[in-house]
């Protein structure tokens, strides 16, 4: 035993180095590891331990890497099609289930209680020689950002689809998302064992709804219960699935003939001809071989040529290869591993502008924080170029600090092991940091910023770019929405007071999207957040994560206001502070705008543009944005607005603070002159039922002011598509279980906001100021 452990200390100094370790020593130190017991893995039964061949998991080739994420609507299997993935890549030696809450990456109380996924979980594991980090994100359109950020730093997705449904409201979200990172993916239709599962159907709502053109690698052998394998489109084989098998390791792959299968190798031959024509379309470069060399016959095509090119077709993000299989009966996910590693990109096959001005230098984005009890912040980084070590430092572009890596972890849900060092195309867990939060751009100094500036400008000053540096370093971080939900919440006793602040503030790092404020009539702590479970999840977490008992007060609505004509406002604030006079007299305009803007836009009168200094300019926007945080009607911020000065005159010696406070309560006095309106936030909604149930849930939603837009067949079910305003969505799901026995599911995600008619508006100031 002591020998065995001799060789792995003094061999562990090596490890980054040594190419021949994993095979010379890799099972002495396992069985020493073993008998140590030096990681316990609790939980779960994990058939290895992960992270012990440490050269392997630091420097692997970049061309071998694989960063995934998988994403989806609610329920559609993605944390099951993440289990199995795991499970045959030989990281878990049982099968995890959702409904037993056992699973590896939903690993939060919450998740496991609910049944759903909350958080993003990092994976790591390998697959025939390819090292994948996989990331499950969440399908509850309250935790979109969880899906956002890991998108930001993915190179590849897998999209999952319940073959019963095809698209649904959060598939076209997260499919908008992907997009706008321009992320290559492949499609998985999974359920094809559900009652209802339809290939065509779901491939059709993909190209209509999704405007993709899919390209079928697969045809299902059955449907619903007679669901027993697939067929391999291009090299025209079929996998069976043995039905006696428990866990869906045991399969075989026999190639379709005329004499066995003359009605399925019919349809595959007709569906791969079908292929490669897509194909053919799509790349000019096939295009050619194809009608060369193989345009008498098609069967004569290799299959190589055929998965050469539809990489080339995925990665341009043309089209999308799609396959099926069904994850809980352990059907399909291995041959949607090797589509992953035969169709999406390594990192060196992203392509990233900003790459090339760091010359091989540390260049990382911080995209997620987590908070440990015994480690402080984790915070997880992609790396995009170089490589980070433990105790090295590191600056914060957008902190504008250096701080220090303690630990460098490799992430497995929720076990984490410890590494030497990271290369680029790797995601990291990293400890010690305690000022990065999410979107942070992470670089090896402060020099290697400064050169790297300096480049960026030459190539600017090259193509004539007008930019600031500084931004083009930055590598662009995630884009946080605003919160539609807002209440209040108390410590159990102004004691606590402190734990509350100091919970809520971890929790904000951890998730951007919440928002706590101060109310400054009151003093109570506000939380504002993107819905009733989202509020829900974090009210449990202060509880279990932190054991503070709070309490919520009731959900509000977060209301904007308007103005509806312009209106002028003179005001002079004169105060003598110690021997010193303030005076300052202010002269300014509001008026509505044409186009929605959040933020006022200020303008300046001819009159003043000239004469003011940049002091009394910011002073001036200060109290602009200030007076606009709380309008007259609700205390709501006010929005599309447009305030222009027209007279500013200051005494000498006036400070910064009296003009802003000045303008500030100039801009209120002619907000409450103007005839103003409240905005709502409108939810657009998706709700499928069946037939039965359509009559109560369409007479629902005309009592919850709702604006039905289309109504969709969905196989057997309705899908009712509208508008509806969100204060009418409080307690929706209970009432909607209670009208359809429990069978209908619904969906809302943020529309916009927009103006309350004059009778719903009274009714709610009514209510706000007590009088109903």
């Known amino acids: 035993k002591m020998s065995n452990l001799r060789i792995f200390a003094v061999n562990r100094k090596k490890i980054s180095s040594l190419h021949y370790f994993n095979n010379m020593c890799s099972s002495k130190i396992r069985a020493s590891l073993k008998r140590l017991k030096l990681h316990v893995l609790l939980g779960r039964n994990y058939s290895s331990l992960p992270g012990i061949d440490v050269r392997f998991f630091s420097s692997f080739l970049n061309c071998l890497i694989r960063n995934i994420g998988i994403m989806a609507h609610i329920d559609a299997g993605k944390t099951t099609t ?192 079908a292929l490669i024509e897509q194909v053919a379309d799509l790349d000019d470069e096939f295009a050619d071989l194809v009608l060369g060399e193989f345009s008498e016959n098609f069967d004569l095509l290799p299959a190589e040529k055929l998965q050469t090119a539809l990489r080339r077709v995925t990665l341009a993000q043309t089209a999308v290869p799609v396959l099926c299989g069904s994850a809980l009966k352990n059907k399909g996910v291995q041959p949607l591993l090797d589509a992953i590693t035969m169709y999406l990109p390594s990192p060196e096959e992203r392509n990233y502008e900003f790459l090339q001005w760091y010359k091989g230098d540390l260049c990382a984005l911080a995209f997620k924080v987590l908070h440990d009890k015994q480690r402080g912040p984790l915070v997880f980084m992609r790396i995009y170029s170089g490589m980070i070590k433990p105790q090295t430092a590191i600056h914060n572009i957008n902190g504008n600090c250096t701080e220090r890596i303690s630990r460098l972890l490799l992430p497995f849900a929720d076990q984490h092991i410890e590494i030497p060092l990271l290369t680029a195309g790797n995601i990291a867990l990293t400890v010690g ?57 108390e410590p159990p006793s102004m004691a606590k007071q402190p734990d509350l602040d100091h919970a809520l503030k971890c929790l904000q790092r951890e998730d951007p999207s919440l928002k706590v404020k101060l109310d400054p009539d009151s003093g109570q702590t506000v939380l504002c957040g993107m819905g009733e479970l989202h509020i829900e999840i974090i009210h449990d977490r202060i509880k279990r994560e932190y054991g503070l008992e709070t309490y919520l007060g009731p959900l509000q609505v977060a209301y904007r206001e308007a103005i509806l004509n312009s209106v002028r406002a003179t005001d002079t604030l004169d105060r003598t502070l110690g021997d010193k006079r303030h005076l300052v007299t202010v002269e300014l305009e509001a008026k509505p705008m044409e186009t929605a803007s959040l933020l006022p836009v200020i303008e300046y009168a001819a009159s003043v543009a000239g004469d003011l200094s940049q002091a009394s300019r910011e002073a001036f926007e200060n109290g602009v944005h200030s007076a606009c945080l709380q309008g007259p009607l609700l205390g709501s911020p006010v929005q599309d607005v447009a305030v222009t000065l027209h007279s500013l005159v200051i005494h000498p010696g006036t400070s910064t603070t009296m003009i802003s406070a000045c ?81 209908a599911t619904f969906a809302l995600e943020l529309s916009n906001y927009q103006a309350m008619n004059p009778q719903d508006q009274s009714t709610l100031l009514s209510q706000r100021h007590g009088l109903s």
């Open 82 to 273: 993440t289990e199995r993935i795991l499970y045959y890549s030989g990281y878990t030696r049982s099968l995890g289930d959702v409904d037993d809450g056992d699973t590896v990456t939903d690993f939060m109380a919450q998740e496991r209680e609910r049944g759903i996924t909350i958080q993003s979980a990092a994976v790591t594991f390998d697959w025939k020689g390819y090292r994948i980090n996989l990331i499950d994100t969440p399908g509850h359109v309250d935790f979109t950002l969880e899906v956002e950020r890991c998108l930001r730093v993915l190179d590849g997705a897998v999209a999952v689809f319940d073959a019963s449904a095809g698209v649904e409201a959060q598939t076209l979200t997260v499919w908008r998302q992907a997009d706008k990172h321009k992320v290559p993916r492949i499609c998985f239709l999974n359920k094809m064992d559900k009652i209802g599962a339809s290939f065509n159907y779901a491939v059709e709502s993909i190209r209509e709804k999704l405007k993709a053109k899919p390209l079928l690698l697969q045809l299902p052998i059955g449907e619903g219960k007679a669901f027993k394998g697939v067929v391999d489109i291009v090299s025209k084989e079929k996998l069976l699935w043995n039905p006696n098998s428990d866990d869906g390791k045991d399969f075989e792959r026999k190639p379709l003939l005329e004499m066995s299968d003359p009605k399925l190798l019919k349809e595959t031959t007709e569906a791969r001809n």
């Open 433 to 489: 940091l305690k000022h990065t939060a999410t979107g942070d751009t992470i670089v090896s100094s402060k020099s290697s910023a400064l050169a790297a500036s300096r480049r960026a400008r030459r190539e600017g000053e090259k193509k004539q770019k007008e930019n600031n540096e500084t931004e083009r370093l930055l590598l662009a971080g995630v884009e946080i929405p605003e919160p539609v939900f807002f209440c209040t919440i």
């Open 663 to 743: 303008v500030s309560r100039c801009l209120q006095k002619a907000l409450k002159k103007a005839d103003k309106q409240i905005l709502e936030p409108l939810m657009n909604l998706e709700v499928t039922v069946s037939r039965d149930y359509l009559s109560p849930v369409l007479a629902d939603l005309a009592q919850r002011r709702g604006n039905i837009q289309e109504i969709q067949s969905r196989q057997d079910n309705k899908v009712v598509i509208g508008f509806v305003p969100l204060a009418e969505t409080m307690g929706y799901s209970t009432v909607l279980r209670t009208l359809t026995s429990g069978s």
